[in-house]
């Protein structure tokens, strides 16, 4: 049985949340009515995926539920782990005790099971896809600061252990990776290797030495420039060349393939420079667009990228969860279309 993350590991709004101030407004009402009818049947509710999922948001609806319900110590939660791949309609979760006490909370749980499922599951098939080489997670800047600490969370859960921002890393007790931006180079006037010999210059020397090199959009030349200004200082190249663009080196090859971006031609045109002049050991990172598919079929190609640093794709997707009433005093009891699943890989949540 695995460990669970004490409750007080997450921190919430305690007094706004029990107040409704996040909760359809139906759910409060609910409560009201319960309340003043001052009828308190004991229920069942059951929490369920409508897709397959890699199931992230457990831990901090156990502690949502602690910390937030109404009368906490009166319900029983039975529930999987974070990380446990799930079936569509398979039961994820049990909360069992008066509705009255945790109506107000489905609004907030199910919106934490559905950003934290996709994104875990979006993780799971890149890590899966890339083969075991390292897949880092950049996505922070497309969408709000205030997701990331939980965001790295449900990317760790989904096997990276590569973050952009220190909030992103958070879960995994590390910093934030990343090198040069484009703005940095665009600083040093667009002299590539005068702003990856300031990086080396001036940044702690645990940090790896990675120089973006698709500033100019000719990344092979760029890539030999900061080798031979760096040698072995230099741990890799970073290839980001714009899905609109076509690398300079790849200009006299167009007519085959499509060359545009992150080509798998160009890292093998990099590739091939940097080893014909002795920089084996210049690792090649890439960057721009890239999701489950695409890595994939990189790795069946066989092209010889070392990194992927992966963005906005994390986010793809539209994966839900539902809650439902389906035991009543006892009693079977949902609507419609839905009934009481019990599955038995739930634990009791102690």
Not at 240 to 257: A, P, Y
Request: aromatic share 10%; net charge negative; with cysteine.
């Amino acid at each position: 049985m695995a460990n669970r993350i004490p409750v007080e590991h997450f921190k919430f709004p305690v007094e706004k949340i029990k107040a409704g101030y996040y909760s359809d407004a139906y759910f409060i009402r609910s409560q009201e009515i319960l309340n003043g009818d001052n009828h308190h049947p004991r229920v069942l509710m059951q929490i369920f995926p409508r897709a397959d999922v890699v199931v992230c948001g457990i831990e901090e609806t156990i502690s949502l539920i602690k910390q937030c319900a109404h009368h906490p110590e009166n319900l029983v939660i039975h529930a999987l782990h974070d990380g446990d791949e799930v079936k569509e309609w398979e039961t994820v979760m049990t909360i069992e005790g008066d509705y009255a006490d945790f109506a107000h909370l489905e609004t907030i749980y199910l919106g934490i099971f559905s950003r934290q499922s996709r994104i875990a599951t979006n993780v799971r098939k890149v890590v899966k896809a890339a083969n075991g080489k390292p897949v880092l997670f950049f996505p922070a800047r497309y969408d709000i600061y205030q997701t990331q600490e939980s965001d790295g969370y449900a990317a760790m859960i989904g096997g990276i252990t590569g973050f952009s921002t220190d909030a992103n890393a958070l879960a995994y007790g590390g910093k934030g990776l990343g090198t040069i931006p484009h703005a940095l180079i665009a600083s040093y006037k667009g002299d590539t290797v005068a702003a990856t010999s300031a990086f080396d210059k001036y940044v702690d020397p645990k940090i790896a030495r990675i120089a973006l090199v698709d500033f100019d959009n000719d990344c092979v030349n760029t890539s030999l420039a900061c080798a031979r200004k760096l040698g072995k200082s230099l741990q890799g190249v970073r290839l980001d060349t714009s899905g609109s663009m076509v690398d300079k080196s790849l200009w006299e090859q167009i007519g085959t393939f499509k060359p545009t971006g992150v080509c798998k031609e160009l890292v093998y045109n990099v590739r091939k420079a940097l080893d014909a002049e002795g920089f084996n050991h210049v690792k090649i990172i890439a960057s721009g667009g890239f999701d489950a598919e695409r890595v994939a079929a990189f790795e069946e190609m066989g092209v010889p990228v070392d990194t992927y640093a992966v963005g906005s794709s994390f986010f793809d997707g539209n994966i839900n969860f539902t809650a439902d009433v389906v035991v009543v005093d006892g009693q079977e009891c949902s609507k419609a279309g839905r009934r009481y699943n019990p599955n038995p890989r739930l634990e009791l949540v102690d």
